[in-house]
Structures are given as C-alpha cells and as structure tokens.
C-alpha cells in the first residue's frame, strides 16, 4: 500500500528532506505530492523545489483561522492526498480540518509526550532537570501536542547541555524517527483505541 502525502510547514524542512529522502531510497511506501507553507522563506519550499515535489506558500495575513484551513484543505484534496504530515508547523490546526482529517494527521514534537508539550520543549526539559528527553510523532487531535502516540524515540540529556546542544542532539534523533514512524503507520493497519494506537502488526 502506498500513501499519498500533503506536508504543511512554517520551518527550516529539515525533517521533509530526510522524508524524501526515504522516499527516494524505497523505505518509505510513499509519494509526497504537496509541501504547503505559511511563511514564504520556509526553508521546506526550497527543499521541496530541490527534490521536484509540488509546493506552495499560502499567506495566512487576512484569513480566519477557518478561511486559511480551507484553503489548505483544497490543496491537500486537489493533490490526492490521503495522509497529512506536519513537519514544524508553528499554528493550531482548526477543529474542522482536525476533523475533516480525522486520525489522518501526523505531527512531530521535540520531547516525550506527554511531557513538555507547547513551546519550546528544549528549555522545558533543561528547566526540569531530566536525564531524558526526546521526540515523539502523534496524531492530531484537537489539543496542542496530545494525540495517541505513534512512535517515541528517547534522547539523554548531558549535564552541560546548552539548549543549542540538546536541541542539535534531539532534532538528529528526528530526522530518523519520522520516517520510520510513518512508514509504521502506513503498514501498521493502526487503529486508535481510547488514547491508544494500536497497530495490527503489533509493530509497537
Ligand atoms: C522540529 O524539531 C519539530 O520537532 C519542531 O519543529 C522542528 C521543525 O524542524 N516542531 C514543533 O516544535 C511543533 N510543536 P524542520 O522544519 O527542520 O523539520
């Protein structure tokens, strides 16, 4: 089974590249057709241009948050796409679009859900003191950073971390984490059962 990917990002992309890039080598069973961006430096667009995909920056500046969504999901739906995946992006996802995608939408996040969901997780986890940290990749549901867990990958801390440092160190674990996690959820069969995701092949 292949899937079709719709990627929605207000960032540097680096997490997109390394996606093409296991596209590209036959470990992905998948074929991203669209990068949708909210800013239109987002390095994603650049990367996207480097591997041929389609991509567009879309000006959220006098949109409702509903209007900007709509927007998106045209696009999505113009391109085929069946699985959206966030790749940073920075805005809240509209209830609607949450539901017109339901268990279809996969975010990464730099830390062990469910601690230190919001902004900026590295200096959470410096603040607290933890010996570990990570990155975790979810499904959207309609909180910030809270759907079932997908797949985790944890990271140490090191006593003279700097944010710099530490977040160097968890953004590397991403770059392999994302692509094995969606490759989990297209082949997994998955189904989510209360806060659970739980994969027919029993790959987690
Ligand atoms: C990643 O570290 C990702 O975990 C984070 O943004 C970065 C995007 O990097 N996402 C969030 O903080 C969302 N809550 P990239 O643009 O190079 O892929």
């Given amino acids: 089974m292949t899937a079709t990917i719709g990627i929605i990002s207000s960032g540097r992309g680096e997490n997109l590249r390394y996606i093409l890039l296991a596209e590209r080598d036959g470990y992905l069973p998948a074929q991203v057709k669209i990068v949708l961006a909210d800013q239109p430096d987002a390095g994603a667009l650049r990367i996207a241009q480097e591997f041929g995909v389609r991509h567009m920056y879309l000006d959220p500046a006098g949109r409702s948050r509903e209007e900007y969504d709509q927007q998106l999901v045209s696009h999505l739906e113009g391109a085929g796409v069946d699985l959206v995946v966030l790749t940073g992006y920075m805005r809240i996802l509209s209830p609607r679009f949450v539901r017109h995608y339901k268990?279809?939408?996969?975010?990464?996040?730099?830390?062990?859900?469910?601690?230190?969901?919001?902004?900026?997780?590295?200096?959470?986890?410096?603040?607290?003191?933890?010996?570990?940290?990570?990155?975790?990749?979810?499904?959207?549901?309609?909180?910030?950073?809270?759907?079932?867990?997908?797949?985790?990958?944890?990271?140490?801390?090191?006593?003279n971390d700097t944010h710099e440092s530490l977040k160097a160190r968890i953004q590397r674990a991403e770059y392999r984490a994302y692509p094995r996690a969606i490759k989990m959820f297209i082949e997994g069969n998955p189904e989510v059962v209360g806060r659970k995701i739980v994969f027919e092949n029993g790959a987690k």
């Fill in 103 to 159: 268990n279809r939408i996969l975010n990464i996040h730099p830390a062990l859900l469910p601690s230190f969901r919001g902004l900026d997780a590295f200096s959470q986890a410096l603040e607290h003191g933890v010996m570990w940290t990570g990155t975790t990749i979810h499904l959207v549901d309609e909180d910030v950073d809270h759907g079932p867990i997908i797949y985790q990958m944890p990271v140490p801390v090191k006593r």
